[in-house]
């Protein structure tokens, strides 16, 4: 089971949104399984959070293919560049 706190599940995705560009929930979902091996991410999870992301305004998406596909929004680049900065930041 993952037992990341709210803000790292954030930054973790918008960091791979980040680095992946427009990708639907389960590339996304096989992305974060291979850079957090181990976590237990589970997919239903990661769409709620990307739901969640969307509403937000922290991503765009377009439907592709009968699927969303998911890339960052002007706002969640701000956000995850925030994330970053306060991550780096505070205390250890």
């Known amino acids: 089971m993952c037992r990341l706190d709210y803000n790292q599940l ?25 850079v957090s091996a ?8 990661v769409r709620m959070a990307l739901v969640r992301y969307y509403r937000q305004g922290l991503l765009k998406r377009v439907r592709s293919g009968g699927q969303f596909k998911y ?7 701000s956000r995850l560049q925030w994330l970053e900065r ?5 205390p250890e």
């Open 86 to 90: 306060t991550r780096d930041s505070g």
């Open 71 to 77: 890339s960052l929004s002007p706002r969640g680049i």
């Open 38 to 45: 181990g976590s237990g991410f589970e997919i239903h999870a």
């Open 10 to 34: 954030k930054r973790l995705l918008l960091r791979t949104l980040a680095d992946s560009g427009p990708v639907d929930s389960s590339s996304l979902f096989q992305n974060l399984a291979s």
